[in-house]
């Protein structure tokens, strides 16, 4: 069965602290890899697309890379306004059908 | 910029009650589909449609129905409404190429509680 997992559940960092959010999926025949920006109460937003290992993208604080085994999202030097909850998801099979994980919490504090 | 809007952002409807969800997209997008978002849990797909008047389950469509009769609007339909889909509806929709994996854009969300 096709499963995306996203870890940590939550996870807590100091304004300036980087880490990295970790997705795994076990897909079979994977033909993206979409992560999205999630604000309370409100829909998820678009950040990357990857589509083959070792494939890597940027924006401002945010890069997300791809093996073939998982994705990570690292974020360099946070500030508070990255906060949200971050999704990630793939695509398999036709239809352009996502299959979720739950998301990561991610509260960054000044 | 793309723009997906959803009839409502909070709701509140009686169990047993048939509710319309709609959503509209303004991209002239093939793809359209609905979603619920529960904690824990993540987004599971409900329905989507590929094209008017087409329309394909997802993994959880028990209790749903869909319509699209217009390209740009997809309504989600709960026929008897039950406590049990109290929860965040998304709409997205993405366009359609050959290689199927287009961005999905999505709404704002409706906030749906049965009591």
């Known amino acids: 069965e096709d499963q995306v997992t996203q870890s940590p559940e939550a996870l807590r960092l100091q304004e300036g602290e980087s880490s990295s959010l970790n997705c795994s999926y076990t897909?079979?025949?994977?033909?993206?890899l979409f992560w999205y920006r999630q604000d309370p109460g409100k829909g998820p937003e678009f950040l990357f697309t990857?589509?083959?290992a070792g494939e890597e993208k940027e924006k401002e604080r945010l890069k997300a890379t791809l093996t073939k085994k998982e994705s990570f999202l690292h974020i360099t030097a946070p500030k508070p306004e990255d906060s949200a909850t971050y999704l990630c998801?793939?695509?398999?099979?036709?239809?352009?059908?996502?299959?979720f994980g739950a998301g990561t919490r991610l509260a960054v504090h000044p | 910029d793309v723009k997906v809007t959803q009839s409502s952002r909070y709701l509140v409807k009686r169990t047993g009650e048939k509710v319309f969800l709609e959503c509209v997209q303004d991209?002239?997008?093939?793809?359209m589909f609905w979603y619920r978002q529960d904690p824990g849990l993540g987004l599971r797909l409900i329905y989507f449609?590929?094209?008017?008047?087409?329309?394909e389950k997802g993994d959880i469509p028990e209790g749903y129905s869909v319509s699209r009769e217009k390209k740009e609007r997809f309504s989600l339909i709960l026929e008897s409404a039950s406590t049990n889909q109290t929860s965040m509806y998304l709409c997205a929709s993405s366009p359609w190429t050959s290689g199927g994996t287009d961005t999905q854009y999505f709404g704002p969300g409706t906030r749906l509680t049965v009591l």
């Open positions: 998801a793939a695509v398999s099979g036709g239809y352009n059908k996502l299959i």
């Open positions: 991209m002239d997008h093939e793809n």
């Open positions: 449609s590929y094209d008017v008047k087409m329309k």
């Open positions: 990857l589509y083959s």
């Open positions: 897909v079979s025949g994977l033909r993206g």
